[in-house]
């Protein structure tokens, strides 16, 4: 599905929906054109950098996660077939999920973006096009030095040290989180030409005909625009479409994230809860079907926070799955969450790769770096204790998805002046973190808009 470049005209007034890792990005690029308005509405809190609480910027996700408002505090998911839900976790307020991410900054592989191309029809958002975006953000990347690493890290650098190693973390020399917010939007908060609007939901898109007129908020107030832009995440961008009342099959199919399970370590000695509790990763390849290339990922968690300093976890990753879930509206109401059902490992072909991924695990457990600082809590690994342990990385990606949902342009199908631009544009996530890809796709989406308009 592709676009005509007329089409991407935006016009005097941008609304921009979502103050996260691709709206902050967007909010930033289109209004250094000093003739064009734009307006970035979010749904939590909007404050200047100055008066934001330390934590945002701590070497702990974990301190800023904990954060009142900074996460939607009744959203819930269903990772497996049989699961309850459970809390799912997604940022609210000012830079969104890259306030309170773990910070890991990976691109991925070439062959993902280039699938993207050769199966999905993304012409223009293969690697050739993304990776100057990917490589050249505005994002602080620095690796932490060994000296930061906590005891989990390290011992998996020791267990495997030809898969694990340093991961580059979006923070700046001194160790502080780097935000979008912090990277693209508040150098250009003083621009009069952009709009910052906080604690206000989103419920609709006003349409007339085929053409995007503004949105509508929860409160029932509007504002009008020329141009509208859904960068709310792939939970809630889908969600509002469907209260938009457009139809289209493609909106809120295709959920996936990377299926994790967690093994729980004990440690011996208590970790300083505000400390880094993740610089490394283990990148393995299964072996399995034409995506076993780099699609196992071990994650290790030096500490659970001030409320669990003596436990870590390592987490067994599948970064390439087949299954796929949905989101779905509850109700029509903008104050509910949607229903989301990521039915993880539905597919066969992904449990033979999910295997892959806990032996490994298990191997490198077995390493005496890991045993001369932590106890590995006992786990059942058979299907049905695995499923129902199933856990995330919080990667939610496909809801709108480019060659379905929108075209090339990011624009919706069948309609003018109408884009999503998040994760949930992208056919299938990247092998990788996808805070990184998604700030490329704003940069590059930017970019083509800029030019047009």
Do not use: K
């Not at 007329?6 to 000093?34: I, Q």
């Not at 053409?211 to 009008?224: H, K």
């Not at 072909?349 to 295997?355: E, F, K, L, S, V």
Request: charged share 20%; hydrophobic share 45%; aromatic share 4%.
């Amino acid at each position: 599905m592709t676009q005509s470049s007329d089409a991407g005209a935006l016009g005097a007034h941008v609304v921009v929906v979502g103050a996260g890792s691709a709206g902050c990005v967007l909010a930033a690029r289109l209004s250094e054109h000093p003739r064009r308005r734009v307006t970035l509405v979010e749904a939590g809190d909007v404050s200047r950098a100055v008066d934001l609480p330390p934590a945002m910027h701590a070497s702990s996700f974990l301190d800023a996660a904990e954060l009142p408002g900074r996460t939607w505090p009744s959203l819930r998911a269903t990772r497996a077939a049989g699961q309850p839900a459970r809390p799912y976790l997604r940022g609210r307020g000012i830079g969104g999920s890259s306030s309170i991410n773990a910070m890991i900054a990976l691109p991925g592989l070439a062959a993902d973006y280039d699938e993207w191309v050769s199966v999905h029809g993304c012409v223009g958002w293969g690697w050739r096009e993304l990776h100057p975006h990917l490589a050249g953000s505005a994002l602080e990347l620095h690796r932490a030095p060994e000296r930061e690493w906590g005891e989990v890290n390290r011992a998996l650098a020791l267990a495997l040290p030809s898969a694990a190693g340093g991961v580059l973390l979006t923070r700046d020399v001194d160790g502080r989180r780097v935000s979008v917010n912090d990277a693209y939007l508040e150098p250009a908060r003083d621009r009069p030409n952009l709009d910052v609007v906080g604690d206000t939901v989103v419920d609709r898109v006003l349409l007339r005909g085929v053409r995007a007129t503004g949105v509508r908020f929860a409160s029932g107030d509007e504002i009008r625009a020329d141009t509208v832009i859904l960068a709310a995440g792939a939970i809630h961008s889908p969600a509002v479409l469907l209260r938009s009342g457009i139809a289209s099959p493609g909106i809120g199919a295709n959920l996936h994230d990377h299926p994790s399970f967690p093994i729980t370590l004990r440690r011996q000695a208590a970790a300083d809860p505000r400390s880094l509790p993740i610089a490394t990763v283990a990148t393995l390849s299964s072996g399995i079907g034409s995506g076993g290339v780099d699609d196992l990922q071990l994650l290790p968690i030096d500490h659970l926070g001030p409320s669990a300093p003596d436990l870590g976890v390592l987490m067994a990753a599948l970064m390439r799955s087949s299954s796929r879930g949905r989101v779905r509206l509850g109700s029509d109401d903008p104050s509910d969450d949607p229903v989301v059902e990521f039915d993880m490992l539905a597919d066969e072909a992904d449990w033979a790769p999910m295997q892959a991924a806990i032996d490994a695990a298990e191997r490198a457990l077995d390493h005496p770096a890991f045993g001369a600082v932590v106890d590995v809590v006992p786990f059942d690994r058979r299907r049905d204790a695995v499923l129902g342990g199933l856990g995330d990385y919080v990667h939610a990606g496909g809801t709108c998805a480019m060659g379905t949902v929108v075209d090339t342009w990011c624009r919706v199908a069948g309609h003018d002046g109408l884009f999503v631009c998040d994760a949930s544009v992208m056919p299938q996530i990247p092998r990788a973190n996808t805070h990184l890809p998604v700030v490329a796709i704003a940069e590059r989406l930017a970019a083509i808009l800029a030019a047009v308009g």
